[in-house]
């Protein structure tokens, strides 16, 4: 059974076995309250790990808990799995932003907004912040009694963030996501994948740090002359395997297409060029 921890009075950690990218192999869930309980990120597909799931909130609810609330960051599979199966055994409505709900195969009973609170007791109150980038309905929910925040795929303690347009990503949009996280001064985040991060402001420094430094790189391989995009990913992710570089392809379309929107680059089919 997965391993069960409470990282704050009345937050109860649970990571899940999920179909994630590697080297992330779980998802965090958080179950959050101590009457009105709300279920952050449901999400493995996998019996045997729901079984973790459904056994400590079979505990709760034996001790007079109910489930209020099911909560999702955005729409991706690693995120969701387990979420309709839940709504159907605890009659818990699903909550989810409107564009991640209308990337799901699934209804969303209830649509938030940036900044809308899910009330739970004795406290705890989940916000909504809107923080798109990795995903156009990507929510980070920020718990108010304990000052935790739970990331999603804003952050990771396993791995990296994937910003990939041909999924609606966007790089500017991600930038000012982790900019305006850093500002609401969480005390420690909770990301979808990987150990919780005590380390806030380091954390979202580090990651915004890492992708400008790479938009450098990108920048410095792109001459005042056409080249080819391909020779442009062969040099910005010299630094990186091989055998990673479409996931760096992705990448670096998301930054060529935030350098184009700033007019420091312009494309034409797989060339570019430095205006």
């Given at each position: 059974?997965?391993?069960?921890r ?18 992330a ?11 009105r ?11 045997d ?42 009659g ?32 705890f109150?989940l ?6 980038g ?14 935790l925040a739970?990331?999603?795929d ?29 500002a ?21 420094r ?16 792109i001459?005042a ?51």
């Open positions: 059974m997965s391993e069960l409470e990282i704050a009075a009345g937050v109860r950690l649970l990571a899940l076995r999920t179909p994630t990218l590697p080297p192999t779980a998802t965090n869930t958080l179950v959050v309250g101590h009457r309980l709300a279920v952050i990120e449901p999400a493995t597909p996998y019996a790990e729901q079984a973790a799931l459904d056994e400590l909130l079979d505990a709760l609810v034996g001790a007079g808990a109910e489930v209020a609330a099911i909560l999702l960051t955005h729409h991706h599979q690693d995120h969701t799995g387990f979420a309709t199966a839940l709504r159907e055994r605890t818990a409505p699903i909550h989810a932003h409107a564009l991640t709900a209308a990337r799901l195969d699934f209804p969303v009973d209830v649509l938030l907004a940036d900044g809308q609170e899910v009330a739970l007791d004795d406290g109150s916000v909504a912040m809107h923080t798109p990795h995903a156009p309905g990507h929510l980070v929910f920020c718990e108010r009694r304990t000052g739970y990331a999603g804003l952050v990771a303690g396993t791995g990296t963030i994937l910003i990939d347009p041909e999924d609606d990503g966007d790089m500017i949009a991600y930038l000012a996501s982790l900019e305006r996280v850093a609401a001064q969480p005390v420690a985040l909770v990301p979808a994948h990987g150990p919780v991060l005590d380390d806030p402001q380091a954390c979202l580090r990651y915004r740090a890492h992708r400008l430094m790479r938009e450098e790189r990108v920048l410095a391989a001459p002359a056409w080249r080819a995009v391909s020779a442009v990913l062969a040099d910005a992710y010299s630094d990186t395997p091989t055998a990673l570089w479409p996931l760096a392809a992705r990448s670096l379309e998301a930054h060529l297409r935030k350098l184009e929107v700033e007019g420091r680059v312009r494309r034409s089919g797989v060339e570019v060029l430095r205006l």
